[in-house]
């Protein structure tokens, strides 16, 4: 469409806005609207103000829906007496209030953004965005339009009831229709339905009445809210084998029922954190980058609310995303929040943000990472941002914690043109060697993906025939098998980022996962064939000439020892939540490249960790106040003293405070 066109478009709106929107009273006024046809079948509104506090405001449904792309065409309807072009998406809708005989009669009010809302007013919009939460947590019911109804989509819709109808009722599990390949063709459709996707739907759909009187409409045909949310936990255990559809279509409706269980209770969203939304919520889409952050707002906890404010839609979105950090290290009193910059990290050749390292791209962000524990900083030990576990494992009490900087408090000073960062923090060491990557998932010729960097710093290069432990003497081997066991107890802890479970709440059980190593790298995956299985393996070979103190991880895989068998028995007796993980679930969760993808680093004095993927030779690891893992900074070359932000580490025997009790020196890092 032409400028000029667009300009003829928006004077348009501007005038129109200005016939039928009265400013708002109060900033809890909202205005409502209900449709009828004419009598010669065009549609009339009727707009008109309420205030949300008002005692004896009418019942109301607003409407959640997706405004598509197609922002120009419009078709008219009458409202207030005035022409008034809406958006073709929202035509329909106002089509089914007028023509659906339920609401023909009892011709409801409704909240349906595009109308209510003056668009063509900034400050309104913001205010309302404010307001959303409670417009939809205040109504009477709410209704979910996914779109004009077609044969395919009705099938689609039935056959999505009938799975969610299986949970309740046995005999509906075994129904021939649930093996109909077309059937879960169409039903793929629905799950794949732009709604599920878009930013703002996400609260629109959670909030609100229960769950009966949320309802989803495409077409003709509707499920209540409890429906869909069944149908979301049990289609992947209805799919028939060899069904023609991709289960990853469903993803998106599966993470809402996870985001939804955490959300309702006595206080709504208390336990869900901005950040952890953010994260988990990355497969979301929407028109304006800003709402990355604002279209959450009405599920978060309080605090998060309160520090972000009213949405600032008059600051461009890389001033919204640095104010986020600016105003989250602040009350927050943590650095945590930039460790999410690396999750945002855009590779491959996509396009390149011009933010500062340290503020996290919320566009940027990687569908792969969209799993319940993004990052170790959303560790489930700490609230203050959390993840996404399971339900069941949702109590933290006795839950372990990274600690990096102990108690210590962020020392910080942000630039007045919000490009630099300066904190104190203790430098620990320089990266030496570091592991590469793999992804065994791909041909074979086409796994690796990050090279091997091998370790040349003088205490890794380290020739032991000199101190005599290559000999053969019984003495010698075991100095060997002593220090091959030392490395090999920090090599699990860091392979397992000292966890032993994927939710990082439990200690690593570190003499079993050595034990479990041990006999994978020796015996070339001990006959297992799963995917698993087979990326340790690749992996294995890649890394097995890394050297680390002198050894290899060749020989660490021969030489270490996991202890006696009354040892190894007695840390089995007392594991309770991770006796049922072992080691290559938890290996797959630390460097799988659809988990955490991290990376095997030595450092040039010998510690061992895990760094991000792009983690390069020369970049120092260390503990900033505040922060409560360790982090990965790359000197700048061009200026002294400033760092570029990689991102967040694991950094063996450093991630409990000791950097600080130790008494290693404070630092000043300007990261840039």
């Given at each position: 469409m032409s400028s000029v066109v667009r300009y003829l478009y928006h004077v348009f709106d501007t005038e129109v806005a200005k016939s039928i929107y009265e400013p708002l009273e109060t900033k809890n006024t909202i205005r409502l609207l209900r449709v009828h046809r004419d009598a010669d079948g065009s549609i009339i509104g009727e707009l008109k103000p309420f205030s949300l506090d008002a005692p004896r405001k009418p019942r109301y449904r607003p409407i959640s829906y997706v405004w598509g792309n197609d922002h120009q065409t419009r078709r008219t309807i009458t409202l207030n007496g005035h022409a008034y072009g809406t958006l073709r998406s929202v035509y329909p809708i106002l089509e089914l209030f007028c023509d659906w005989p339920e609401f023909r009669t009892s011709r409801p009010w409704i909240w349906i953004d595009y109308i209510c809302i003056n668009q063509t007013d900034l400050a309104e919009r913001a205010m309302q965005v404010a307001l959303m939460v409670r417009i939809y947590g205040e109504s009477s019911y709410t209704t979910i339009w996914l779109g004009e109804g077609t044969p395919s989509s009705d099938r689609g819709m039935d056959l999505m009831k009938l799975v969610a109808d299986g949970e309740m009722d046995e005999k509906k599990k075994h129904d021939p229709k649930l093996y109909d390949f077309n059937a879960w063709k169409d039903y793929e459709k629905v799950a794949l339905n732009s709604w599920f996707r878009r930013g703002w739907t996400l609260q629109e759909s959670i909030t609100g009445p229960d769950d009966g009187t949320c309802v989803y409409f495409f077409g003709d045909k509707k499920l209540t809210r409890w429906e869909v949310i069944c149908a979301a936990h049990a289609t992947r255990y209805r799919l028939p084998p060899g069904a023609p559809v991709d289960i990853?279509?469903?993803?998106?409706?599966?993470?809402?029922?996870?985001?939804?269980?955490?959300?309702?209770?006595?206080?709504?969203?208390?336990?869900?954190?901005?950040?952890?939304?953010?994260?988990?919520?990355?497969?979301?889409?929407?028109?304006?980058?800003?709402?990355?952050?604002?279209?959450?707002?009405?599920?978060?906890?309080?605090?998060?609310?309160?520090?972000?404010?009213?949405?600032?839609?008059?600051?461009?979105?890389?001033?919204?995303?640095?104010?986020?950090?600016?105003?989250?290290?602040?009350?927050?009193?943590?650095?945590?929040?930039?460790?999410?910059?690396?999750?945002?990290?855009?590779?491959?050749?996509?396009?390149?943000?011009?933010?500062?390292?340290?503020?996290?791209?919320?566009?940027?962000?990687?569908?792969?990472?969209?799993?319940?524990?993004?990052?170790?900083?959303?560790?489930?030990?700490?609230?203050?941002?959390?993840?996404?576990?399971?339900?069941?494992e949702s109590g933290s009490r006795g839950a372990a914690q990274y600690n990096a900087s102990g108690n210590k408090v962020p020392v910080v000073e942000f630039s007045g043109d919000g490009r630099r960062l300066t904190c104190k923090g203790i430098l620990v060491d320089a990266l030496d060697g570091i592991g590469g990557m793999i992804d065994a998932s791909q041909a074979a010729s086409d796994q690796t993906f990050e090279t091997l960097v091998q370790s040349t710093s003088p205490i890794n290069s380290l020739n032991l025939s000199s101190l005599g432990v290559s000999s053969a003497t019984a003495e010698a081997n075991s100095e060997k098998e002593e220090l091959a066991s030392i490395v090999g107890r920090q090599l699990i802890a860091s392979l397992a980022h000292g966890r032993g479970d994927e939710f990082l709440k439990w200690a690593v059980p570190w003499r079993r996962f050595l034990f479990e190593f041990k006999e994978m790298a020796l015996n070339d995956g001990s006959g297992r064939t799963d995917l698993e299985a087979k990326n340790f393996v690749a992996w294995y070979r890649l890394n097995k000439s890394l050297i680390i103190h002198g050894l290899t991880l060749e020989d660490v895989s021969k030489y270490a020892q996991p202890g006696d068998g009354e040892a190894l028995r007695q840390e089995r007796e007392s594991e309770r939540e991770t006796r049922n993980i072992d080691f290559i679930d938890r290996f797959g969760h630390s460097t799988g490249t659809h988990n955490l993808s991290r990376r095997l680093f030595t450092t040039e004095k010998g510690y061992i960790g895990m760094a991000p993927q792009r983690a390069h030779k020369g970049d120092i690891v260390c503990v900033l106040l505040g922060c409560s893992v360790a982090v990965i900074l790359r000197p700048d070359p061009a200026t002294a003293d400033s760092y570029e932000f990689i991102g967040e580490a694991y950094l063996e025997g450093f991630m409990d405070g000791q950097a600080v009790e130790i008494g290693k020196p404070e630092s000043q890092f300007v990261l840039i």
């Open positions: 990853e279509s469903w993803s998106p409706l599966w993470n809402r029922r996870r985001i939804y269980h955490w959300y309702r209770g006595e206080d709504p969203g208390r336990w869900v954190s901005l950040l952890a939304l953010m994260a988990y919520n990355c497969q979301s889409e929407v028109s304006d980058d800003r709402d990355h952050i604002y279209s959450l707002l009405g599920v978060v906890n309080r605090w998060d609310r309160e520090a972000v404010g009213l949405p600032r839609y008059d600051l461009d979105v890389e001033t919204v995303y640095a104010k986020l950090v600016r105003d989250w290290v602040r009350g927050r009193q943590s650095l945590d929040i930039i460790c999410f910059a690396h999750m945002c990290y855009r590779r491959h050749g996509k396009l390149e943000s011009t933010l500062p390292s340290w503020v996290p791209d919320w566009r940027n962000r990687d569908v792969k990472s969209a799993t319940h524990i993004p990052m170790l900083v959303s560790q489930s030990g700490k609230q203050h941002i959390g993840n996404f576990r399971p339900s069941a």
